[in-house]
T-cell receptor, first 114, second 115 residues
Framework: AQTVTQSQPEMSVQEAETVTLSCTYD???????LFWYKQPPSRQMILVIR??????QNATENRFSVNFQKAAKSFSLKISDSQLGDTAMYFC???????????FGQGTRLTINP | DAGVIQSPRHEVTEMGQEVTLRCKPI?????LFWYRQTMMRGLELLIY????????DSGMPEDRFSAKMPNASFSTLKIQPSEPRDSAVYFC?????????????FGEGSRLTVL
């Protein structure tokens, strides 16, 4: 079975700083996807960024980028120029290619301070 | 375009009562997921449907839980009888199977408290 581990329960940074959230996963499969989802206080989960395991290039979406290390089974999220609206729970998630089941980590509560 | 709509947003009930949570997926989506979120266990997939057919219900905790999807625009998750350990936030999500893999659209969740 696949597992996803987020070792940082909480993080806090000042507005405009850069912050990196960590995620590791365990799988014996080669083809899969990795995701970061954001859950703001409103509770609605939103997809932030996605990475295909077969791609060596790290995904980026505006201020959000990932550092995907397949051999190390590591998938960290970097948020540049952090904004107050980035305050949320962030979940790392895994999905096998061809499957539909998302396996989530425990989440990291990120607070951006003014 | 309306997102995934869940009701009720909050439900407080007493142990032993029946609870029904409702979900309206995004129009055109053909997959629907029910997740449960607790502090202890995080986000767990309970069941998902493709084209209204249950595909994987291995996450359903026990026989007290049941889910239905009578048509493409409506699903229910029922707990009978409810117990205090069922207290959690229940999320419904939908997606287009065959589209952007892993892009689930979540509702705002139903917070259930069983006393």
């Amino acid at each position: 079975a696949q597992t996803v581990t987020q070792s940082q329960p909480e993080m806090s940074v000042q507005e405009a700083e850069t912050v990196t959230l960590s995620c590791t996963y365990d799988t014996s499969e080669s083809n899969y996807y990795l995701f970061w989802y954001k859950q703001p206080p409103s509770r609605q989960m939103i997809l932030v960024i996605r990475q295909e395991a077969y791609k060596q290039q790290n995904a980026t979406e505006n201020r959000f980028s990932v550092n995907f290390q397949k051999a190390a089974k590591s998938f960290s999220l970097k948020i540049s120029d952090s904004q107050l609206g980035d305050t949320a729970m962030y979940f790392c998630a895994f999905m096998l290619q061809g499957a539909q089941k998302l396996v989530f980590g425990q989440g990291t509560r990120l607070t951006i301070n003014p | 375009d309306a997102g995934v709509i869940q009701s009720p947003r909050h439900e407080v009930t007493e142990m032993g009562q029946e609870v029904t949570l409702r979900c309206k997926p995004i129009s055109g989506h053909n997959s629907l997921f029910w997740y449960r979120q607790t502090m202890m266990r995080g986000l767990e997939l309970l069941i998902y449907f493709n084209n209204n057919v249950p595909i994987d219900d291995s996450g359903m905790p026990e026989d007290r839980f049941s889910a239905k999807m009578p048509n493409a625009s409506f699903s229910t998750l029922k707990i009978q009888p409810s117990e205090p350990r069922d207290s959690a936030v229940y999320f419904c999500a939908s997606s287009f199977f065959g589209g952007f893999a892993g892009e689930l659209f979540f509702g705002e969740g139903s917070r259930l408290t069983v006393l």
